[in-house]
């Protein structure tokens, strides 16, 4: 028979992929019709002649990073460092980005949040807001100049700085969706152990 706890666990685990495989897959979709811009020469004049319309195209935020960072800031074991690598591997493939890059630094700013849970300590919603920002921030300038030394194509800063935006705009409405419909809350004093947080 498995222990009360050994059970939830792996309910949330598979709760975890399943919201995370939901995300992946919602960014999959071709939500954008807007159409491009196509750049045509007139065969007359020889000028350049713009067909459609060029658009503004707003960065949406990281939405497994934001999962991710919020339950490992309310219960760190429910999302061990495997499960959250293997989930990020497979969003690389789906997105057809460097494999693995993005995971090894964004496991970095994981480790990082995990421990600050682990400490015992009481994180106010605002200091957790922060901390979340702050490790996005870092992974993604990490990630920016890892693409820059190998010189591989990555957005610009602006588009950058508004990915930043858009996630630290989204992350606490996430909390919101981890709190009332995923009904993850943090640990209580009685459920801290030597080593952090037993889920």
């Known amino acids: 028979m498995v222990d009360p706890i050994t059970w939830r666990r792996l309910q949330f685990r598979l709760l975890f992929v399943a919201v995370s495989g939901l995300i992946i897959f919602s960014q999959l979709l071709p939500v954008n019709t807007a159409p491009a811009s196509i750049a045509l020469?007139?065969?007359?004049?020889?000028?350049?002649?713009?067909?459609?319309?060029?658009?503004?195209?707003?960065?949406?935020?990281?939405?497994?990073?934001c999962l991710t960072a919020a339950f490992l800031m309310r219960r760190p074991r429910w999302a061990p460092?495997?499960?959250?690598?293997?989930?990020?591997?497979?969003?690389?493939?789906?997105?057809?980005?460097?494999?693995?890059?993005?995971?090894?630094?964004?496991?970095?700013?994981?480790?990082?949040?995990?421990?600050q849970t682990n400490a015992g300590s009481e994180v106010s919603v605002a200091l957790e807001i922060a901390l979340v920002v702050g490790a996005f921030t870092g992974a993604v300038i990490v990630n920016a100049l890892v693409h820059i030394v190998f010189a591989v194509p990555h957005p610009g800063l602006g588009v950058t700085l508004l990915h930043i935006l858009t996630t630290?705009?989204?992350?606490?409405?996430?909390?919101?969706?981890?709190?009332?419909?995923?009904?993850?809350?943090?640990?209580?004093?009685?459920?801290l152990d030597s080593d952090g947080v037993i889920g």
């Open 81 to 115: 460092v495997l499960l959250i690598v293997a989930v990020h591997l497979l969003a690389d493939i789906l997105y057809l980005r460097p494999l693995g890059l993005w995971p090894a630094v964004s496991l970095v700013a994981y480790e990082f949040l995990r421990r």
């Open 41 to 65: 020469i007139d065969p007359v004049s020889g000028q350049l002649v713009q067909e459609g319309s060029r658009y503004f195209s707003l960065p949406g935020p990281d939405l497994l990073f």
């Open 168 to 191: 630290a705009i989204a992350y606490p409405f996430v909390i919101l969706v981890v709190h009332f419909i995923l009904r993850i809350r943090r640990a209580g004093v009685r459920e």
